[in-house]
């Protein structure tokens, strides 16, 4: 029997519909959109209180969760109830970005595709100030889930030595995340030397665990504390968001003494949706527990500028990497860019047997509306007169090719 064409949702006084309610979005899952609908509604205070009233960029899955998503900044066609706010970036450009107030926007931004809530680190009312300080905790590929908790401990205590609370939650993918509330007082700029200084002190504190290196190559098998998420561009997965995973995973808000006990498998939609109406929203105090950003600003102070790469010899001012990088390709999709390394450790496989599982580096790249990947292979692990010379790329995938802007 075909799915019905659409249905209507009675929400915060709104009429809300959803089309293709029956469609099945986390087949594993046995997730339909309806269901998905349902679950935020369920979420709907712990979700807004990290996404409401902040512009947002919609990240829509219009293709299914093994497609890669379009990232659409400008709202489209909108009900009453979906308030705006027009953002001004580094580049030029403006874009009018849809800001949640209610359990009817939650519903009707699922209905376009969106699984997950990517708002900004600003409120609607002052577009310029953050109000939020954002950790993001990445791992490097073979770090256990065992030093990520132990690098977000480090990461509380130096937030409680500068005055400011942590509130972790689980990104819903491989890391962490670890927000604190500050006064809307300081600019982008300052936010970001901020939470940059906050990684180097954490990586000071321990070394070998985390690292505030921005280059991946340089990491190693450590803990990346991403203070580039509190640049102006930066949107990150708020709490109660659906990850694009099989299980459909949730980001979800801990209590620090669940840290430790909690694994992020555990928190799926129906689990955090019982969760939720169990307990409440761990995170429900965020709101009151405002803080400044003096006493991190004056430890960058005292640090200093952080290290600069070297610059290239060809003129072009561009970073020179200190590691013996390769590049295997450029491609449109992750399951290309796996293809592709596979292919290149097959032709290479007494190099690829020498390689730490840091040394492959697949990233994903922003284009103009979506993902694209980059695969590199960092040599440091494989003796210099062994190390295979740059090649011609396995796919060479150009984001930009038939595209042009004014000026």
């Given at each position: 029997?075909?799915?019905?064409?659409?249905?209507?949702?009675?929400?915060?006084?709104?009429?809300?519909?959803?089309?293709?309610?029956?469609?099945?979005?986390?087949?594993?899952?046995?997730?339909?959109?309806?269901?998905?609908?349902?679950?935020?509604?369920?979420?709907?205070?712990?979700?807004?209180?990290g996404?409401?009233?902040?512009?947002?960029?919609?990240?829509?899955?219009?293709?299914?969760i093994?497609?890669?998503?379009?990232?659409?900044?400008?709202?489209?066609e909108?009900?009453?109830?979906?308030?705006?706010?027009?953002?001004?970036?580094?580049?030029?450009?403006?874009?009018?970005?849809?800001?949640?107030?209610?359990?009817?926007?939650l519903?009707?931004?699922?209905?376009?595709?969106?699984?997950?809530?990517?708002?900004?680190?600003?409120?609607?009312?002052?577009?310029?100030?953050?109000?939020?300080?954002?950790?993001?905790?990445?791992?490097?590929?073979?770090?256990?889930?065992?030093?990520?908790?132990?690098?977000?401990?480090?990461?509380?205590?130096?937030?409680?030595?500068?005055?400011?609370?942590?509130?972790?939650?689980?990104?819903?993918?491989?890391?962490?995340?670890?927000?604190?509330?500050?006064r809307?007082?300081?600019?982008?700029?300052?936010?970001?030397?901020?939470?940059?200084?906050?990684?180097?002190?954490?990586?000071?504190?321990?070394?070998?665990?985390?690292?505030?290196?921005?280059?991946?190559?340089?990491?190693?098998?450590?803990?990346?504390?991403?203070?580039?998420?509190?640049?102006?561009?930066?949107?990150v997965?708020?709490?109660?968001?659906?990850?694009?995973?099989?299980?459909?995973?949730?980001?979800?808000?801990?209590?620090w003494?669940?840290?430790?006990?909690?694994?992020?498998?555990?928190?799926?939609?129906?689990?955090?949706?019982?969760?939720?109406?169990?307990?409440?929203?761990?995170?429900?105090?965020?709101?009151?527990?405002?803080?400044?950003?003096?006493?991190?600003?004056?430890?960058?102070?005292?640090?200093?500028?952080?290290?600069?790469?070297?610059?290239?010899s060809?003129?072009?001012?561009?970073?020179?990497?200190?590691?013996?990088?390769?590049?295997?390709?450029?491609?449109?999709?992750?399951?290309?860019a796996?293809?592709?390394?596979?292919?290149?450790?097959?032709?290479?496989?007494?190099?690829?047997?020498?390689?730490?599982?840091?040394?492959?580096?697949?990233?994903?790249?922003?284009?103009?509306?979506?993902?694209?990947?980059?695969?590199?292979?960092?040599?440091?692990?494989?003796?210099?007169?062994?190390?295979?010379a740059?090649?011609?790329?396995?796919?060479d995938?150009?984001?930009?090719?038939?595209?042009?802007?004014?000026?």
């Amino acid at each position: 029997m075909a799915g019905r064409a659409e249905t209507f949702l009675e929400i915060d006084g709104a009429e809300v519909r959803v089309s293709h309610p029956d469609k099945v979005v986390f087949p594993q899952a046995g997730l339909t959109k309806l269901g998905l609908v349902e679950y935020y509604l369920g979420v709907a205070d712990g979700a807004l209180r990290g996404a409401g009233g902040r512009p947002m960029v919609l990240k829509r899955f219009v293709k299914g969760i093994d497609a890669e998503p379009f990232f659409q900044k400008r709202v489209p066609e909108h009900p009453d109830y979906i308030g705006t706010a027009v953002l001004r970036y580094a580049s030029g450009n403006s874009a009018e970005e849809a800001v949640l107030t209610d359990a009817a926007g939650l519903a009707w931004i699922v209905n376009l595709g969106c699984l997950d809530l990517n708002p900004h680190a600003v409120r609607a009312a002052d577009l310029e100030h953050p109000d939020e300080l954002r950790v993001d905790l990445d791992p490097m590929p073979g770090v256990e889930w065992s030093q990520i908790v132990d690098t977000a401990f480090v990461v509380r205590e130096v937030l409680d030595d500068c005055g400011l609370v942590g509130w972790p939650k689980t990104s819903g993918s491989r890391g962490m995340h670890i927000l604190a509330r500050i006064r809307p007082e300081w600019d982008f700029a300052a936010v970001r030397l901020a939470a940059e200084t906050l990684a180097r002190e954490v990586e000071a504190r321990a070394p070998g665990l985390a690292t505030a290196r921005w280059w991946k190559e340089e990491r190693g098998e450590s803990v990346f504390v991403d203070f580039n998420q509190n640049a102006k561009d930066r949107t990150v997965a708020s709490a109660y968001s659906v990850r694009p995973l099989p299980d459909a995973r949730v980001s979800t808000p801990l209590a620090w003494d669940e840290v430790r006990l909690r694994r992020p498998e555990e928190f799926t939609v129906p689990t955090v949706r019982a969760r939720f109406a169990e307990i409440g929203d761990p995170h429900q105090g965020i709101d009151d527990a405002v803080g400044s950003l003096s006493a991190l600003l004056a430890l960058a102070e005292k640090l200093g500028p952080a290290e600069k790469p070297p610059r290239g010899s060809d003129g072009s001012g561009r970073r020179a990497s200190t590691m013996p990088l390769i590049e295997i390709a450029r491609t449109k999709t992750k399951p290309e860019a796996l293809a592709a390394l596979e292919q290149w450790r097959e032709t290479h496989a007494s190099v690829a047997s020498m390689l730490h599982p840091a040394d492959v580096l697949i990233d994903g790249m922003r284009g103009s509306s979506s993902l694209w990947y980059r695969v590199r292979v960092n040599l440091q692990h494989v003796p210099e007169d062994q190390r295979p010379a740059q090649e011609p790329l396995l796919a060479d995938y150009d984001p930009w090719a038939g595209k042009s802007w004014q000026g």
